[in-house]
């Protein structure tokens, strides 16, 4: 595996279901990204990891929860969600030391809450 | 960061370049422009920055006015499979994990 991957690609979960979507980084970097696309809406950061720390929670619902065990993965579980949640979740990852700001994503996975 | 315009729209023929446009009048000195694109329901992908002088890389060439106010994204021989939303984002860089703030971007359409 390269680059950044994401399962699974495509998830459907009523509103009272627990759902996990994972995220894998294979470039080495130390930061980790999620970020929300709804339809016909830019991008959204959700949160932010460096070095494994949350640094940067964007006022995301406690329904979302992220866990970054390393380096390398990433994880948003997933509870009670509504029909409005439905979007592209993306993950990304950059190497923040180098002090470039390349985010690269992985392909997403397209949620939808019924 | 600096705010971005772009037009909402464009249309190449397959085999021409393709010369996307974008606006950053309020772009300050350590700021550099960097460029993404996202295929239809895919991740953006990243493409190329600059801070001042051109670049060129494998997937495009970035061009910056001399006053830096103003930049454009060059697909030298655009194809069908560049058909995707073009983002112009302005921002320092930094040691420390920001994010990135995506406005609305420029739709390419490579028409055959």
């Known amino acids: 595996e390269t680059g950044v991957t994401q399962t699974p690609r495509h998830l459907v979960m009523g509103m009272t279901n627990k759902k996990s979507l994972k995220c894998e980084q294979h470039l080495g970097h130390n930061a980790m990204y999620w970020y929300k696309q709804s339809a016909k809406k830019p991008l959204e950061l959700m949160f932010v990891?460096?070095?494994?720390?949350?640094?940067e929670n964007n006022s995301v619902p406690s329904r979302f929860s992220p866990e970054c065990p390393n380096s390398s993965h990433l994880f948003l579980h997933l509870h009670t969600l509504q029909p409005e949640d439905s979007a592209l979740y993306l993950c990304a990852s950059s190497q923040v030391l180098a002090g470039g700001y390349e985010q690269y994503f992985g392909p997403g996975t397209r949620l939808t809450v019924t | 960061d600096a705010k971005t315009t772009q037009p909402p729209s464009m249309d190449c023929a397959e085999g021409r370049a393709a010369n996307l446009p974008c606006n950053h009048s309020?772009?300050?000195?350590?700021?550099?422009v960097y460029w993404y694109r996202q295929i239809h329901s895919q991740g953006p992908q990243y493409i190329i920055h600059?801070?001042?002088n051109n670049e060129t890389n494998e997937m495009a060439s970035l061009i910056i006015t001399e006053d830096r106010k103003s930049s454009t994204l060059i697909l030298p021989h655009a194809t069908l499979r560049d058909t995707a939303v073009y983002y112009c984002i302005v921002r320092a860089r930094s040691g420390s994990a920001r994010q990135l703030t995506f406005g609305s971007g420029t739709q390419l359409t490579v028409l055959p």
């Open positions: 600059g801070l001042k």
């Open positions: 309020t772009i300050s000195g350590n700021e550099y």
């Open positions: 990891y460096n070095f494994k720390e949350q640094t």
